[in-house]
């Protein structure tokens, strides 16, 4: 479980950088006049020209790479659920980097999602413990 959580930590530290970047990129492109078909290609023209979008889909791939290890690794029920830590490190990294005001009902939201995670990952040492042979009194007397 250890290396999971190391590739998670990981994972989600290159999620967060994608998020932050193409937070920073897309709020340099200007909204479209109309959704025609010509003015959608300009658009994505300026998106895929942009260097923050590119490396924020560069390390949003790099974090579902991430991710297929982990679900390789682990249940969906346990791997999934933890990657709403991302909520966390996004926040965090939204306050400081970006310098957005946080609200309280906000942290609350973060503290809730942490909460949510520690629940999980305490199940699952919980099923370990429990799929662990138990050892027979012969043993003990040994």
Known sequence: MIKLVVILFIALTFETVGVISL?????????PKNYGTAEIIRMLGRGITNKYIMLGVFFEAIFFVGLLMMMKMGEVSFVWPLTSLTFVFSTVAAKFYLHEEI??????????????AGFITYSE????????????????RL
């Open 125 to 140: 040492e919980v099923k370990e413990r429990e799929l662990r042979p138990t050892p027979s009194l012969q043993e003990h």
């Open 23 to 31: 937070k920073k990129g897309l709020v340099t492109l200007e909204s």
């Open 103 to 116: 609200s309280i009902v906000r942290w609350t939201g973060v503290i809730l999602i942490m909460c949510g």
